[in-house]
């Protein structure tokens, strides 16, 4: 089955730099790349996605990049603010299955 | 409110106890599925559902009972927990054949005492 794997597990960057998360997926058939925050005591939020047709997409602050060929993802938080930090899991799916595989998660803190 | 509501938010049980979480989604859905997350652990995967009918049941213990009556609500029957099983419980439904991400709950603090 597919196995999703994701780095750091924690990061710290000051209010206004840029925070990186990465993921790594198994099956090549991945082709829905969602990510999800989720902040204390909610559970997790999707906040931009991508499918394999595209190697970038961009939301305000937010952008996630897609390698098909190195089977990696990232998530690009610029400007980053106190209200950033949370904990941000990846996740992929195949074809219309819909089934997801998460991440381990990137708890970010944004510090002032 | 993200259209799919947990409840209770909160539940403390004893280890004999009976207890039951509820799930609802208002979102036209038709897979819904539950979630263990336990501190500094990966989200696991319990139970799937699609149209009712359970199509996943990732090796979780008989404690754990789900039942979906309809493509709307999923519970969670709760029964002889461990400690161990304190955890937050999530839900959440997706639009099975569409390829889309997943809409959670806020989830159920359950701390099993």
């Known amino acids: 089955g597919e196995n999703v794997e994701q780095h750091p597990s924690t990061l710290s960057v000051q209010e206004g730099d840029s925070a990186v998360i990465k993921c790594t997926y198994s099956d090549s058939a991945s082709n829905y790349f969602p990510w999800y925050k989720q902040e204390l005591g909610k559970g997790p939020q999707l906040i931009i996605d991508i499918r394999s047709n595209v190697g970038e997409k961009k939301d305000q602050r937010i952008a996630v990049t897609l390698n098909k060929t190195a089977k990696h993802f990232s998530l690009h938080i610029t400007e980053t603010q106190p209200e950033d930090s949370a904990v941000y899991f990846c996740a992929a799916s195949t074809g219309t299955a819909s089934k997801l595989t998460f991440g381990t998660g990137t708890r970010l803190q944004v510090t002032l | 409110e993200t259209g799919v509501t947990q409840t209770p938010r909160h539940l403390v049980m004893g280890m004999t106890n009976k207890k039951s979480l509820k799930c609802e989604q208002h979102?036209?859905?038709?897979?819904m599925y539950w979630y263990k997350q336990s501190a500094k652990k990966p989200l696991e995967l319990m139970f799937v559902?699609?149209?009712?009918?359970?199509?996943e049941n990732n090796s979780v213990p008989s404690r754990f009972s789900p039942e979906c009556p309809n493509s709307s609500h999923l519970f969670l029957h709760l029964h002889t927990l461990q400690p161990e099983d304190s955890a937050l419980y999530l839900c959440?439904?997706?639009?099975?054949?569409?390829?889309?991400?997943?809409?959670f709950g806020s989830g159920t603090r359950l701390t099993v005492v």
């Open positions: 959440a439904s997706s639009h099975q054949g569409q390829g889309d991400g997943y809409t």
């Open positions: 979102l036209g859905h038709n897979a």
């Open positions: 559902y699609n149209f009712k009918e359970q199509t």
